[in-house]
């Protein structure tokens, strides 16, 4: 069973924007823009974690942390609170009112999944494999190192990101724009033939010899990890 993720944010498009991300990490989402809905959400499915808005339309961030926080059957869910730029003072008194995390808008997105996994191992080691299986290779997130055969692949933290990123849904396609967003961040601008040069490095650096292809170029749609890679055909 995979994570779920509840997202607080009045703020749509971030809101969207961190649905989508967590979706394409194989998370299970739901969002609200009302600090109010939280206690009845938690209430349906206590999620894994909750990323929380500082600054909501009705009761703050501040105030459904505390409300979390006070009740023993919500104290443990694990909060990163999301403020905004230079409220320094704020922040401090996010953690201090039990927030696990924080984060500053605008913040980048492969950071926001990096804490979240961090959390979440922290919180249910199961909820987050450490290890990534497909056939011969094998990515370890927590070693940050990918060995195929038992060999050693040596790769920059952006094909590691990338790599990693694929193979969490295998068989998945996803788009240059997509893995753009997840794996260099909506803030950073990059052409999208960066994501051809970095598969094309990928791909080089993962065979040796005669070893099969692991990453499936989908015509005029983008890339997917081959479901079939390392399975009987
Ligand atoms: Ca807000």
Redesign the pocket.
């Known amino acids: 069973m995979s994570a779920s993720i509840l997202v607080v944010?009045?703020?749509e498009p971030i809101q969207i924007l961190l649905s989508y991300n967590f979706e394409a990490e194989g998370y299970r989402v739901r969002a609200t823009a009302q600090g109010e809905d939280v206690s009845h959400l938690v209430g349906e499915e206590r999620p894994d974690l909750i990323v929380l808005?500082?600054?909501?339309p009705g009761i703050s961030g501040i105030e459904v942390c505390r409300l979390l926080r006070a009740r023993p059957e919500t104290r443990d869910i694990p909060i990163i609170m999301l403020t905004a730029r230079g409220e320094e003072t704020e922040r401090v008194r996010g953690l201090a009112t039990g927030a696990d995390d924080y984060l500053v808008k605008p913040f980048s997105v492969p950071e926001l999944l990096a804490r979240v996994r961090t959390i979440l191992r922290r919180a249910n080691p199961d909820a987050v494999a450490e290890l990534l299986n497909a056939g011969d290779i094998v990515l370890d997130r927590k070693a940050r190192r990918v060995t195929r055969s038992k060999r050693d692949v040596n790769l920059s933290p952006t094909e590691f990101r990338l790599l990693e990123h694929l193979m969490q849904n295998p068989g998945r396609v996803y788009s240059r724009a997509q893995l753009l967003d997840a794996v260099w961040g909506r803030d950073i601008y990059v052409d999208e033939r960066t994501v051809d040069v970095h598969v094309g490095r990928l791909r080089k650096s993962l065979q040796r010899g005669r070893e099969t292809d692991p990453i499936r170029t989908v015509r005029s749609m983008g890339y997917a990890f081959d479901e079939r890679f390392g399975k009987a055909s």
Not at 53 to 56: A, G, K, P, Q, S
Request: charged share 55%.
């Open positions: 944010e009045d703020e808005d500082w600054m909501l």
